[in-house]
Antibody, heavy 117, light 111 residues
Framework: QVQLQESGPGLVKPSQTLSLTCTVSGGSISSGDYFWSWIRQPPGKGLEWIGYIYYSGSTYYNPSLKSRVTISVDTSKNQFSLKLSSVTAADTAVYYC?????????WGQGTLVTVSS | QSVLTQPPSVSAAPGQKVTISCSGSSSNIGNNYVSWYQQLPGTAPKLLIYDNNKRPSGIPDRFSGSKSGTSATLGITGLQTGDEADYYCGTWDSSLSASYVFGTGTKVTVL
C-alpha cells in the first residue's frame, strides 16, 4: 500500500522559507486517487490542514496560510513538496504529508520543524 | 482555528464506554463524510473511522462512528489502557472553498 515519508531541514531561521519534500512509495502520485496534502501540528496543539495538490498540478490552500504557501508536485520522482515563506516561531510544528480522499490515509510519520535563530 | 467542536476530554474506567461528539455545520459535517483519527502519544494520527461509520481493516469493532445532521459521534466500548490518546474528527468544508477541517481534539483518559 501507499507509504509517505517527509524529508527536509529540522531548523529554519525566522523570515526564511521552510521547505519539505514528501516521497510517495507503493503507488503512483499520478494515479489520480488522492489529493496530496500537508498538515501541521504545533507542539501540544491540534491539527491544521495546510493545503493540497492534485497530480495534474491544481492546488488549494488554507485561506489563513495562502499568501505564504506553495505546494508543488514532481511526478517523475513521485514526490510533492511544501514551501512556507516568511516563517515565524508560530510556524514551529510537526509537519505531516498525507493522502486525502474522503478521509486521510495514509499519514507520513511527521517531521518536526523548529523556527529559531 | 478549528471549525469543528469536540469536548476537550472524556474519561472512564477500563471496560466502560465513552462517546466523543463532533459538532459542525451544514457546510462541513452536514454535507460531507466524517472521519475520525486516533493519535497515540508521540505518534502520527491514524485513521480510525471513515465515511461516517466504516472501520479500516485492523480496527476493532469496539470503535464505532455515527452521524446525524451537523454532528458526528465516535464511540469506544470495552475501554482499554491502550485507548488513551487524542481523537480528532475531520471532514471537508465547502464554505472554505474545499478546505479540510479538523475538530478541536479530545483527550481520552482511562481511569
Amino acid at each position: 500500500q501507499v507509504q509517505l515519508q517527509e524529508s527536509g531541514p529540522g531548523l529554519v531561521k525566522p523570515s526564511q522559507t521552510l521547505s519539505l519534500t514528501c516521497t510517495v512509495s507503493g503507488g503512483s502520485i499520478s494515479s489520480g486517487d488522492y489529493f496530496w496534502s500537508w498538515i501541521r501540528q504545533p507542539p501540544g496543539k491540534g491539527l491544521e490542514w495546510i493545503g493540497y495538490i492534485y497530480y495534474s498540478g491544481s492546488t488549494y490552500y488554507n485561506p489563513s496560510l495562502k499568501s505564504r504557501v506553495t505546494i508543488s508536485v514532481d511526478t517523475s520522482k513521485n514526490q510533492f513538496s511544501l514551501k512556507l515563506s516568511s516563517v515565524t516561531a508560530a510556524d514551529t510544528a510537526v509537519y505531516y504529508c498525507v493522502a486525502i480522499d474522503s478521509y486521510i490515509d495514509p499519514w507520513g510519520q511527521g517531521t518536526l520543524v523548529t523556527v529559531s535563530s | 482555528q478549528s471549525v469543528l467542536t469536540q469536548p476537550p476530554s472524556v474519561s472512564a474506567a477500563p471496560g466502560q464506554k465513552v462517546t466523543i461528539s463532533c459538532s459542525g455545520s451544514s457546510s462541513n459535517i452536514g454535507n460531507n463524510y466524517v472521519s475520525w483519527y486516533q493519535q497515540l502519544p508521540g505518534t502520527a494520527p491514524k485513521l480510525l473511522i471513515y465515511d461516517n461509520n466504516k472501520r479500516p481493516s485492523g480496527i476493532p469493532d469496539r470503535f464505532s462512528g455515527s452521524k446525524s445532521g451537523t454532528s458526528a459521534t465516535l464511540g469506544i466500548t470495552g475501554l482499554q489502557t491502550g485507548d488513551e490518546a487524542d481523537y480528532y474528527c475531520g471532514t471537508w468544508d465547502s464554505s472554505l472553498s474545499a478546505s479540510y477541517v479538523f475538530g478541536t481534539g479530545t483527550k481520552v483518559t482511562v481511569l
